[in-house]
């Protein structure tokens, strides 16, 4: 069922934020209502409709979308507000546990798991919850965070189809890589549509190696995940116990302090705080970290413009009084390896089959409850689980077939960490004395990181244009130490008065009023 028409709900959600949105209900010119409401019907128009984005597996339902939001209007009525989220929604990627209360199935994008419920709430969604926020949906995202087969595309899942990006008109292009130019990002990409799209003003994702950043910064948005264990991620579906963290999404940095707040509980926004002379980064060099790789045959004109937008941020900030340092040398991920593999590929791999069974203990009456029953089910299931041209799980049997013990693991995660982190990572920051380190928006120094547990996030630069860009917007990826958080949202709140406030998606704009 539709949301009904609301004329009095009189915002745009394609360029309301969270901080608009709290203004707007604490001076009483909306309601939670109203905006719940518009966002449905937002949702309506251009998830499965319209340009059918497929940003949202599972959107709330209306009428439970309303009665929670009526709630929370009493609740301010009556004195009380529980957050400064109180009454704002927000979309979480379908690898986050939500129980039945809440009206939207658990299903990382599996078609085995379609319609089932968890048993409780992931701690984070509860958390939320009693904020006061808002879930308006389930996202999309790539099936099984990417790990069915590695020639899955970015945001394709059996359960929903091809996310598409708010951007490329068309869509993904056929025979395109699997993280091509024209598909959305990385695995959390739903999130990162969702929120370009008007869907909610603010995503939740989950990381493994770059499916946070990665999506965001295809999206135009301000994105972070935080340094690994300081956000509880009991009740999402992960592929490593030792690498997966959860992150948030939002159109402006105001936004996205508010939302790193709920999640850890530390009032991160009040940090923000002095101008570019206190600002002192790192550029590493893009050609050697792999910045092209997603342009296949090669795109010189991509290729200039994302070294051109990328030498003119560092000119933006020297010219402002901040301090660059650039080349910044951090090890290559080759030289990470244990044994000749990649460690986070290696030790994932040994990790999942028990938190596979772990994930189908927390769901109600699962079909399947291992993953070699998935397998199986998909197997015996072809034509709904690994249709055209998604045709295999190569990783998931290879998955199973992993014969790294945990002494192996333990110490393969033992030198990944040292390497990426203290030899790495913290070497680099101290060596010259900066802050963070910055990487085009689609690169490979997220991986680093993500070894390290360190934080990672994106911030908007420009749009890549002509036939190879195809409109698709390129960023600046930030990795940082640990407890990083606080400098680089410093770092994104003076950014954001360099490159200006969000551009909403031009096929959006075109979209209006048809």
Known sequence: MA????????FDPLTATAVDLRAALANGHLTSVQIVTQYLAQIQTHNRSGLALRAIISPAPLALALTHARALDRERAAGKTRSPLHGIPLIVKDAIATSAATGLPTTAGAAAFEGCFARRNADVVERLLQQGVLILGKASLTELCGHKAACTTAGWGALNGQTQSAYVRGGFRAGDLFMGRSGPGGSSSGSAVGVAAGFAPLALGTETSGSVVMPANRAGLYAMTPTRGSVSLEGVFALSRDFDKLGAMAKCPADLALLMSALSGSRVEESISGGWENVSVGFVDPRVWD?????DPRDESVEDQIITQYEW??????????KVVYPIELPSMESLQYEGKSVTRSVAFHQIPSLMEEFCSKLIDPPVRSLAELIEWNRKNASRAMPEPHTNQADLLETLESSMTDATAAAALTHGRRLAGP???DRALAEHNVDFIIGPGDCA????????GYPTAVVPLGILE???????PQGLMMISGAGGEGRMLEFMRLWEGVVGGWKVPLLLRATEGK
């Open 3 to 10: 949301p009904p028409a609301d004329p009095s709900a009189a």
């Open 291 to 295: 910045a092209f790789r997603y342009s």
């Open 313 to 322: 941020a560092m000119a933006q900030i020297q010219n402002r009084g901040g």
């Open 423 to 425: 030899q790495g990572i």
């Open 445 to 452: 120094i997220c991986a680093l990181a993500a070894l390290a």
């Open 466 to 472: 002509g036939e190879g860009g195809m409109g698709q």
